[in-house]
């Protein structure tokens, strides 16, 4: 069972940067493909990101160039890092742990086994 907990959203305006960071509990971490996504309010949950356990990265449309996943094995965090934000950009961003093992790409929400609470994120004009 990996528990994840969700630090840095706030309160922003139109050009700022966050930074979002996701805590693993568990110690096969390293193992996992880690996952953003957010969910505007009246909205379907929608990917972000993703980055495998050998770091590879994909991003959605909406946010390449933009945002920028990573992450630390070593201290059991995955980061977001968001620059440019947009009004649009408002959200609960969500993090999520894919199933162990395997470097793959997951973009689907269905297939991530693991979910934090999510922290929401507000991007003001």
């Known amino acids: 069972q990996v528990q994840l907990v969700e630090f840095g959203g706030g309160l922003v305006q139109a050009g700022d940067s966050l930074r979002l960071s996701c805590v693993a509990s568990?110690?096969?971490?390293?193992?996992?493909?880690m996952g953003w996504f957010r969910q505007a309010p009246g909205k379907e949950r929608e990917f972000v990101s993703t980055i495998t356990i050998r770091s590879s990265t994909t991003y959605a449309d909406s946010v390449k160039g933009r945002f920028a996943i990573s992450r630390d094995n070593a201290k059991n965090i995955v980061y977001l890092q968001m620059n440019s934000l947009k009004v649009e950009d408002t959200a609960v961003y969500y993090c999520?742990?894919?199933?162990?093992?395997?470097?793959?790409?997951?973009?689907?929400?269905?297939?991530?086994?693991?979910w934090g609470q999510g922290t929401q994120v507000t991007v003001t004009s």
């Open positions: 568990e110690h096969t971490f390293s193992g996992h493909t």
């Open positions: 999520a742990a894919g199933p162990y093992g395997g470097n793959y790409y997951y973009t689907a929400a269905s297939q991530y086994t693991y």
